[in-house]
């Protein structure tokens, strides 16, 4: 496995409280994913960045934000979680580019529960 | 707009049968495609994509663009295929767009 790590590996939380997950990469790659994955819809991209401190929106981006201080952490935080945001995130990293450069590879994923 | 489709969501054979997991393509430029598989509480890995034209664990995969299609097909299915499969394109940006996935049940 490409050295991609997730924490917390599980979690349950109340609405309303505020929830930050970590990717954390030892692949000095580029590029850096947030994706959910939910029965019926796939995976979706929440936010990615393309290097320290640039960020873009994804297809579901709402309600979260994410930041990028160094390049090996990319963290994905839930101001106010909603039930909503039950779901598996899954963090993806990729050395580079467009078309068939884009092979990402992908963390374990984080199971969250908000009650 | 790109987007991607897979119709099945679910899709059970036996030992032995032939299998094909179906996806369809928008984009209205040259796609690269892939077929991403994830396995029992592993982790989601690339199997397979269309520009190497090889064959991984007996899968392959065709491009063909007349139809907009990179079905994923093997002849023989083994019950250590069982897994979710996801369909990816990726066009002209940093991003991969994934379909709804199809879940590839292999009976013995």
């Known amino acids: 496995d490409a050295g991609i790590t997730q924490s917390p590996r599980h979690k349950v939380t109340e609405t309303g409280t505020p929830v930050t997950l970590r990717c954390h990469q030892t692949?000095?790659?580029?590029?850096m994913y947030w994706y959910r994955q939910d029965p019926g819809h796939g995976l979706r991209l929440i936010h990615y960045?393309?290097?320290?401190?640039?960020?873009d929106k994804g297809e579901v981006s709402d309600g979260y934000s994410v930041s990028r201080s160094k390049t090996e952490d990319f963290l994905l935080t839930l101001e106010s979680a909603t039930s909503s945001q039950t779901s598996v995130y899954f963090c993806?990293?990729?050395?580079?580019?467009?078309?068939?450069?884009?092979?990402?590879?992908f963390g374990p994923g984080t199971r969250l529960t908000v009650l | 707009a790109q987007r991607v489709t897979q119709p099945e969501k679910l899709l059970s054979v036996f030992k032995g049968a032939p299998v094909e997991l179906k996806c369809n393509y928008s984009?209205?430029?040259?796609?690269?495609l892939f077929w991403y598989v994830q396995y029992s509480r592993q982790r989601l890995q690339l199997l397979l994509r269309?520009?190497s034209r090889e064959s991984i664990k007996g899968f392959t995969a065709d491009l063909n663009k007349g139809e907009t299609s990179f079905h994923l097909k093997k002849p023989f299915a083994q019950e250590e295929d069982s897994a979710m499969y996801y369909c990816?394109?990726?066009?002209?940006?940093?991003?991969?767009?994934f379909g709804t996935g199809t879940r590839l049940q292999v009976f013995p």
């Open positions: 692949e000095n790659h580029r590029y």
């Open positions: 984009y209205s430029g040259s796609p690269e």
């Open positions: 269309h520009i």
């Open positions: 993806a990293i990729s050395s580079g580019g467009r078309g068939s450069y884009n092979e990402q590879f």
């Open positions: 990816a394109l990726s066009g002209n940006t940093d991003k991969l767009i």
């Open positions: 960045s393309y290097g320290v401190k640039d960020t």
